[in-house]
């Protein structure tokens, strides 16, 4: 047992019985290199990534390889996911030094935390011109003990070029029609017209740029925005991207095609893409969209919550085969065979039909990802859904990231509301009270993660602030609840005070965070909203709920960087055009007053949540009411439910009829 004995991270717990003597992320660990004078291994990982765990089988539980690993260097081992700066820090250091990353990363530092040697995954022998992990470790240990200078001058230089790094793209304008229309632009040169999505292989679903698509198409009628939507979302919910049984969608499709994916399960993806599929539905009324974003809300309750009401980080790729094999993606796939087992000789190969289950197989060893290209049929579904969980299931990430849940909050919350499931709009609420009581402390200030309802030592970062925002935001407007507002703006507070910087750029991490090599700012979007776009956005909402000139002036600062990468990398920064949509509309705000229990005020309600214009916000409660700002000074019509809309210091005329208030804000009636 080693030092990692005892923390919250399941990632870091499935190292402590290895036999390297691995330490956590702390100030100890670098005081030891410097006290032994020897280099930090550090190696960072999370706990579904698979070759993470390719990894530690084939060089961390090797008795000889850790030997010489504890005789000379310092090991350091980090969960991403509980410190997403420190991993951002050198990864961005391994992508400048070596043209690409990933993870398993595996980095050398000084005692100083400088790094100077890097790479992703080693092999246990030489391969495919990769030099093996021992012969790595005896490169790095001779350069330390042989060429001292020269290690430190290449340390050196590569800390002065990442502190270097600043970006300057907060205050320079708002983004406007001419950026988003080039952004829309850029996207359908990229946009895959055989397969949907963006780009080749790998592929991965563009939940944010599909936000961005859809409120374009909303507020600008662009039919070319929406069919992009629609044939991004069809392929991903047909392939094998998507669980056909379960619910959810694994990470990415390894392939153009969406056949078969990287079958790790996220939340952040699922939150994303639940709420993407709840909004394609708002606009287009698709049964498909319906039914993924139903069963992919399901899958999150039923797969991924936690016994104190949270969301948890993930479920792992792998598990164990028929044969008791560890092997990636064994619970989902399947054979004809298997098929005719499950379901009898007729069903069995009705089914095969209808998944696309071949005897050659789309996977490994004759084996074949679910994919459902034609007709559905429920009952074939439900009992091969049944078959399979007496399958081995992946093992589950139990930790809780505030801003995946705050992800999980908003999509749930939107789904149960939409289709009259107030089952979902509870899981959000119990969700977000779990954030409240465990992940904020008295002055507001966000852990990152728990673990069994124990808070861990890792603070927030802005992605956590801002994520967590927009889910009390988009709680607050679900429920009539204002109490998430004054949340939500108690954290945005912060964002301005903590994270901001001049001209309004946004910093990845708090003004009194421990201090890196770098401070970390990346406004991009990888596989979450920027915690800068997601800022944005949250502000955005914030403003347009409570009137805040400091939180709008906020949103629009931080946009400045929308106006700069909008048009030239659209792909990477979709939740940022999509707050900018929300800007150029107002954003609109909704406010519905009418007597509790009223059908008509509650009909009225639906009709606003259902809103299409884009970023809108909805305040619902009792005529001049205290609940929300939007209340105040909003009576009942002739003593009847009514909405008040009203878009940049303008309002319309009170309407107390749903189908008139669709006609305002766009959508349907409730």
């Given amino acids: 047992m080693n030092r990692l004995a005892g923390v919250t991270s399941p990632y870091l717990l499935q190292h402590a019985e290895n036999p390297v003597d691995w330490w956590p992320w702390s100030p100890e660990a670098f005081e030891e290199a410097r006290r032994r004078d020897v280099p930090v291994l550090l190696s960072v990982g999370y706990s579904s990534c698979h070759w993470c765990h390719v990894m530690a089988h084939e060089s961390f539980e090797d008795e000889a390889v850790a030997e010489y690993l504890n005789e000379r260097f310092v090991a350091v081992k980090v969960d991403r996911e509980e410190r997403p700066d420190v991993d951002a820090v050198y990864m961005e250091a391994v992508q400048a030094a070596t043209g690409q990353g990933g993870w398993p990363m595996t980095v050398f530092l000084t005692a100083d935390g400088e790094p100077f040697y890097f790479g992703t995954y080693f092999p246990p022998e030489p391969r495919h011109g990769m030099p093996s992990f021992r012969q790595v470790l005896e490169g790095v240990a001779a350069a330390w003990t042989e060429r001292r200078e020269e290690v430190g001058e290449v340390a050196g230089r590569i800390t002065r070029d990442l502190a270097g790094r600043a970006l300057a793209h907060g205050g320079e304008g708002v983004p406007g029609e001419d950026e988003l229309a080039a952004a829309l632009l850029g996207l359908t040169r990229e946009y895959d017209e055989r397969y949907g999505g963006f780009g080749g292989a790998p592929k991965f679903p563009p939940a944010m740029v599909l936000e961005f698509l859809l409120r374009h198409h909303a507020r600008t009628g662009a039919r070319g925005a929406l069919d992009m939507v629609d044939g991004t979302c069809e392929a991903m919910a047909r392939g094998g991207l998507y669980d056909q049984l379960g619910g959810g969608f694994a990470r ?11 079958f790790e399960k996220m939340l952040y993806d699922n939150a994303l893409l639940c709420r993407v599929y709840a909004h394609w539905w708002r606009a287009t009324g698709s049964p498909l969209a319906r039914r993924v974003a139903l069963e992919t809300a399901d899958f999150l309750v039923r797969e991924l919550r936690t016994a104190e009401g949270g969301f948890a980080s993930a479920l792992d790729a792998d598990s164990h085969d028929p044969a008791g094999r560890h092997a990636e993606g064994a ?37 074949s990802v679910l994919r459902l290209p034609g007709e559905d049929d429920p009952e074939l579904r439900a009992r091969l859904l049944a078959a399979r969980a007496a399958r081995h299931r992946p093992e589950r990430d139990d930790k809780v990231v505030a801003a995946w849940n705050g992800l999980a909050i908003a999509a749930l919350a939107e789904t149960g509301a939409f289709f009259d499931r107030p089952d979902l709009v509870e899981r959000a609420t119990e969700a977000a009270d779990l954030l409240v009581r465990v992940h904020m402390d008295d002055g507001a200030r966000l852990t990152r993660t728990s673990k069994d309802g124990v808070a861990s030592a890792n603070a927030g970062v802005l992605e956590d602030y801002a994520d967590v925002a927009e889910g009390f935001v988009t709680l607050a407007g679900v429920t009539g609840e204002g109490v998430w507002l004054d949340f939500a703006g108690v954290l945005l507070d912060l964002v301005i005070d903590r994270f901001t910087g001049e001209n309004g750029t946004l910093f990845d991490t708090a003004h009194d965070a421990e201090p890196l090599i770098r401070r970390p700012q990346d406004p991009t979007d990888n596989a979450t909203p920027s915690g800068w776009t997601a800022a944005a956005g949250a502000l955005l909402s914030y403003a347009a709920h409570t009137g805040s000139e400091p939180h709008r002036t906020a949103a629009e600062r931080a946009l400045g960087v929308v106006k700069a990468l909008g048009p030239r990398a659209p792909r990477f920064i979709g939740w940022g055009l999509a707050a900018a949509e929300a800007l150029l509309d107002g954003p609109r705000e909704i406010a519905v007053v009418g007597l509790a229990g009223d059908p008509a005020a509650r009909a009225l309600h639906r009709t606003a949540l259902l809103a299409t214009a884009p970023g809108a916000v909805v305040a619902a409660g009792e005529p001049d009411g205290e609940e929300f700002p939007l209340l105040r000074h909003r009576p009942l019509v002739d003593g009847a439910a009514a909405a008040y809309v009203c878009r940049g210091f303008t309002c319309r005329m009170p309407v107390t009829d749903p189908a008139a208030l669709a006609e305002q804000v766009g959508g349907s009636a409730g």
């Fill in 252 to 262: 990415y499709s390894v392939d153009r095609e969406w056949v078969v994916p990287h």
């Fill in 331 to 367: 619970f989902y796939v399947w054979t004809p065979g298997q098929l005719v087992e499950a379901l009898g000789e007729e069903d069995g190969r009705r089914a095969a039909e209808l998944f696309g289950v071949t005897e050659d197989g789309t996977f490994e060893e004759g084996s």
